[in-house]
């Protein structure tokens, strides 16, 4: 029971545009989303978080959009930069005690 | 301020062994949570950690085991070594407040069982 998607594996955009990173969940108790960029040989790092009580969550280049009604969130990041490029998880949690991850989309950025 | 740690970076096992994974929390957090995280996919919630207890298990078997120490650090015991145990296993560490507590991750361990 994947309750997490990412459903695009791959995304390939060109620096200085903007790269949008999509989310799905079907549990409806999630109250909190992140997201994680992860490069090779390395652990997840922490980019951004959104409550469920919020829509929009902005820092710097990085703006989560949340549609609890289609159950749906999204990365913006603008503008891309070659640095971005990364595998970046979609992860959701109720209360903080587990992350539920999804599988992951490979952003690449070239320049 | 220090970030999460893990040991061994690299281990190699046969079927049946037994390993022992190591995480150092960051300062100032409390809680320790460990995932499993095979190729192509997401990591996956092992166990977490809160003040040397259990808080909660995900689904894996009772071959995979853990402790917290008084300092916070962890460790992940698996018996029993399956093929289908090789995976980059991922220590995340939060300071639990009841708030946004925002797990930080370690590099991770690569295990490979032969």
């Known amino acids: 029971d994947q309750q997490v998607k990412q459903n695009s594996p791959s995304l390939s955009v060109q620096e200085g545009r903007i790269s949008i990173l999509n989310c799905d969940y079907t549990n409806s108790m999630f109250d909190y989303f992140l997201w994680y960029k992860k490069y090779p040989a390395e652990g997840p790092t922490f980019l951004i978080s959104?409550?469920?009580?919020?829509d929009k969550n902005e820092d710097g280049r990085f703006t989560v959009f949340l549609n609890k009604s289609a159950k749906h969130l999204s990365l913006h990041i603008v503008p891309s930069q070659p640095g971005d490029s990364a595998v970046y998880f979609c992860?959701?949690?109720?209360?903080?005690?587990?992350?539920?991850f999804g599988t992951g989309t490979r952003l690449l950025v070239s320049p | 301020e220090t970030g999460v740690t893990q040991s061994p970076t690299h281990l190699i096992k046969t079927r049946g062994q037994q390993v022992t994974l190591r995480c150092s929390s960051q300062?100032?957090?409390?809680?320790v949570s460990w995932y499993q995280q095979a190729l192509g996919q997401g990591p996956q919630f092992i166990f977490q950690y809160y003040r040397e207890e259990e808080n909660g298990r995900g689904n894996f078997p009772p071959r995979f085991s853990g402790l917290q120490f008084p300092n916070y650090s962890s460790e992940l015991n698996v018996n029993a070594l399956e093929l289908d145990d090789s995976a980059l296993y991922l220590c995340?560490?939060?300071?639990?407040?009841?708030?946004?507590?925002?797990?930080?991750f370690g590099p991770g361990t690569r295990l490979t069982v032969l």
């Open positions: 995340a560490s939060s300071f639990s407040s009841g708030g946004t507590d925002t797990q930080y």
């Open positions: 300062s100032g957090h409390n809680t």
């Open positions: 992860a959701a949690t109720k209360g903080f005690q587990k992350l539920v």
């Open positions: 959104i409550s469920s009580i919020k």
